[in-house]
């Protein structure tokens, strides 16, 4: 409940605790105020924006000597407890992170990483942590690292140590915090006993689009685009691929968004606009309800300017009357603003059938707000669509029958063929429905593959969001 002896976050903001090194003055060695004074900046902003103010309980901050760590840990207990009808955390995404890196995020800049996109099957032990996607051109394509390997250790730590600390440990070891960090991992190749180890130093973490490709299926041709980050970074690669979709005048469009894990709205709204054309015109791409914003409408964005200054629209499309469907890829780490992207192509008529497996299941966005060097993402608001659905805080589900439901295929991600190979599980899937309108379906069983989005540290919450940055127009 709400503790009314907090003032207005404004009286808070700027004082900085001594031993904060992310604060802007922590150069000049000038402290202006403390920990508990930046508690209690994060509360009243709780109190002021969070979407369940009413749910945020009194707590007490325990004092740690990094800072980052402790406002970390205070945001983390204020965020609501209630869970979602499905058993899930319905609030696992208000998080804080140092402002250098969020702006790093978000304006393109490299974030660390090995290069690999990792499938955890469970958060205990037996945690069957695999590759399932490695970044062309990375360091760990050269140290000969493929989808499909089981990771058996990282840096001396044990994919199955059961120790909670040092599981924490692993995951901080598998999303690196700076660049040019080596570590040595051990690896098993599918089917194969003996291990392997590889040393890689951490560099550009991903591409946003590394993969575009027609595919030739009998006379028709499919696109297929595989779809990483909403970062601003993203325009020009979606450009180029939808260019040459367009050029070839395709039937299908394959949008891969397993690894997808949101970002900026804004940014989700322009690869919508280049599929729906004309369709979007005029209409809500979302609609933010229940916080400060509630009722604005962002548009589907035509221009590769963020800022809305464009006024005629200067993205391709794709010709509407020859596309006939999309398929979207998905599975848990189908997140936030990638499940915005379906839920506003759904909003307009456009046809969408999903493929994989239950998204994650945010409805929801944060506006960041920042102070003393870091930036805080509360979720503040729900995301809709032009006919005003945002039913799908369970996920949506290929095939499903419910409100959160939709037309598609369950299809198990089998780690066994490369992304955009026509043989690997889901793009087969995609490209069998497209042939025939009927499903291949596995369903879920004791021995499949992993399919649970892995919990990254701070860098890699990033991608877990709906962020709200650019005013809407």
Known sequence: MLNRAFQHSSVYAGQCAPDNVEAENARDGAPTGSLAIER????????????????????DGLDDNDVSRALSAYLDALRSPAFKPGGKR??????????????????????????????????????????????????????????????????????DDDDEERAALLAALMFPRDMETEHRFILRSEGDASTRTVTLTSGLARQPVPVAKLIKMGEDDVGYLLFQEHGAHATAELVSAINDFSEARIDHLVIDLRFNQGGDLSVASQLPYMVAGKRSMG????????GQLSGTELPFRGCADLSGRCLTPDLPTL???????????????????????????????????????????????????????????????????????????????????????VQGCFVVDDLAHELSDPDE??????????????C??????????????PRAPWRDLLRGGAIVTTPPH
């Open 283 to 290: 209409q809500a791409f979302s609609r933010l309800q229940g």
């Open 319 to 405: 010709d509407a009357g020859h596309l006939r469907r999309v398929y979207v890829l998905t599975q848990a780490g189908t997140c936030a603003a990638s499940e915005a992207l379906i839920n506003g192509l759904r909003g307009v008529g456009v046809d969408v059938v999903l493929i994989g497996s239950t998204t994650c299941g945010r409805p929801y966005a944060a506006s960041p707000r920042a102070n003393c060097g870091h930036t805080y993402l509360p979720l503040d608001h729900v995301v809709s669509n032009a006919q005003g659905f945002s039913g799908y805080g369970e996920g949506f589900v290929p095939g499903g029958s419910g409100a959160n439901g």
């Open 90 to 159: 319905r609030d696992e995404y208000t998080q804080v992170v140092p402002t250098s890196a969020f702006n790093a995020f978000m304006s393109g800049e490299k974030v660390p990483g090995f290069g690999i996109e990792w499938s955890v099957g469970s958060h205990t032990p037996p945690r069957n942590i695999r590759v399932a996607f490695v970044q062309p051109g990375s360091r760990a394509e050269r140290q000969g690292v493929k989808r499909g390997d089981t990771l058996v250790a990282a840096a001396g730590v044990e994919a």
């Open 40 to 59: 209690n900046w994060v509360r009243s902003l709780m109190d002021e924006v969070y979407l369940w103010r009413q749910d945020v309980p009194y707590v």
């Open 425 to 438: 599980a889901l793009l087969k899937a995609a490209l069998i429905h497209a042939a025939t309108g009927q």
């Open 440 to 453: 291949r379906v596995t369903r879920p069983s004791e021995d499949r593959p992993a399919d649970a989005a």
